[in-house]
């Protein structure tokens, strides 16, 4: 049972409160979110289900005893300057700390300063910080450097990802363009609203990995148009109009291309999969065959590293240097105990 | 650059030799292996590529200097009692040892009072012990587990290693069974020359893993007879003979099967692949398309696990509890440096 230190709790920290209930895998002891809308209300208000009538506070200063929890879950930005502040405080309480900073899979590429802030403050209190989710943080780095774990070479690495986003969210459907013209695409590329975070971080840690200097790397995004008129939940997408995203990014190391990755979100996208294919010896092509369902996964990656992470040594860590993220089966099953 | 020490000198101790200086990850610098066929020869006599003029010792008695070696590399039997003489030399001189021994890849279902004692032994000197390769050890364990950290909930997990024969080597196609009939094949199979070793690691590695309690399992096996006369390199096989094998080992927990493991190597099986299928939430089929080249795979994983052992805490280890395990560039390539 982890006793949990939960902050953030916008939609993606509701589910990960509710899944940790249902799965049995412990219980929220505090919470925190600044945003006004939650003030005097608690985690049951938000999440019934847990039954936990914990009020939410807006900062830390409430919180007396730090050796009441476990871990710390921190669901509140991709961005990892802004989340570095919560990261501060609660590294410099020892504490064990799993986020959904998209950034923070690979802190390095994007804050190389900040990264190694956060490790040493980490290590000077004993506390321990990762990133990671579905994408970035498993289907596109860590699950295809898995893989190889049977390679005697690796030339080059492909990953795709490709969605049906029929079936998921409305946020989902609006963040990756379903029914906007070209004009209106480009703008929301240009604010940044409607671009997937974290290709450059999942492509900077499998060349890493791979012992490949990037000399250069491009990212591209454009629309996916559908040829014919569409219904959505978002309502009706006349042909023409962008029904998804297509988004690359491609990385070079001694002159060629390494690293492809490929990720396409759409409204009725044939074949939906998800794929890892590595030139190498043993050549790879490995497929999930309908793709993961991105909304269950991401919750369920957070749950499921909080042990290895806790088991790992203190400092700033990536999901390649914990011992093996898998399924972590609640307190209700009885274990083989070894 | 790894300085190795390599134990075992037969055909696949010689095939992770050639890959270490293939792959430009260090060097042999010693060599034991008890084999008469090998006394007063160097390794490089085995591995020409190696260029290593190392000499192959009857014991461990001529070594003098324990600091030279970065880690151990044991490929001597599957039968972990009969390695252990040769793992309490090496733990009690601190060494990190990898070893294809494929009873070590879950010493806990066979053997458990040697398992604690390894496991203390190596916590006492500072060393670590870990048991991998191809399978047990990755496809149908580690490999399905790392699958699951996208899970919610794992209800069942079959895996599937379905092989081509034909492309491979003389000794694995004998160890298959073609060309037998029923009597000789029974008859090897209650000698232990055709089983597959390791069904039951795999499986209880993944009842770890997944807290389940393993109630009760088993293990079949029976051959795969061509419905027609076949060529094959150990000559022509007649209709109604074996061509292969099909094995099989399932667990039970709490009254039903959790726990699927299949594997089949025959001349000329269709559609070869590798795959693992999870009933939860998400549910998961992820197939390797052509499935995984075992002799390539096996040395490539030993090879692969040294560095993160080393980077693991003092002790017995499994996949499951050192870091992530990916291919491990050479020195010729260039990291990106973090």
Not at 95 to 103: D, K, L, R
Not at 198 to 224: D, K, M, N, T, Y
Not at 239 to 264: D, M
């Amino acid at each position: 049972m982890f006793r949990i230190l939960h902050v953030g709790l916008g939609p993606l920290g509701q589910k990960i409160i509710s899944d940790l209930y249902a799965r049995d895998l412990g219980e929220v002891v505090a919470a925190v979110d600044n945003a006004g809308e939650f003030q005097g209300r608690t985690v049951s208000d938000l999440v019934p289900q847990s039954g936990a009538p914990v009020p939410i506070q807006r900062t830390f200063e409430s919180i007396s005893d730090w050796s009441a929890f476990d871990a710390a879950i921190v669901t509140t930005s991709s961005d990892l300057a802004r989340c570095a502040p919560t990261f501060r405080e609660l590294l410099a309480r020892g504490m064990n700390v799993v986020s959904t900073c998209e950034e923070l899979c690979w802190p390095w590429l994007r804050h190389e300063k900040l990264a190694q802030e956060l490790d040493a403050l980490a290590k000077k209190h004993g506390g321990r910080l990762l990133g990671t989710g579905v994408n970035p943080g498993f289907l596109m780095d860590t699950f295809a450097v898995a893989a190889t774990a049977i390679s005697r070479s690796v030339r080059s690495v492909e990953v795709r990802r490709f969605q049906d986003a029929s079936t998921r969210r409305i946020p989902f459907q609006k963040k990756i363009g379903v029914g906007l013209d070209d004009a209106q695409f480009a703008a929301q590329v240009k604010a940044g609203t409607l671009r997937h975070v974290g290709l450059g971080e999942s492509l900077h840690f499998l060349a890493q990995q791979f012992g490949w200097r990037v000399e250069r790397w491009e990212e591209s995004i454009e629309p996916i148009k559908t040829d014919r008129d569409l219904d959505s939940v978002l309502g009706p997408v006349k042909q023409g109009k962008a029904c998804g995203v297509r988004q690359q990014a491609r990385g070079w190391s001694e002159g060629r291309i390494v690293i492809t990755l490929e990720f396409r979100a759409a409204l009725g996208l044939a074949d939906p999969h998800d794929r890892v294919i590595v030139q190498g010896e043993p050549p790879i092509d490995l497929v999930w065959k309908g793709g993961v369902q991105g909304d269950i996964a991401t919750s369920a990656i957070v749950l499921n590293t909080i042990a290895p992470l806790r088991a790992a040594a203190p400092g700033l860590h990536t999901m390649a240097t914990i011992p093996l993220v898998g399924f972590a089966p609640g307190c209700k099953t009885v274990g083989a105990g070894v």
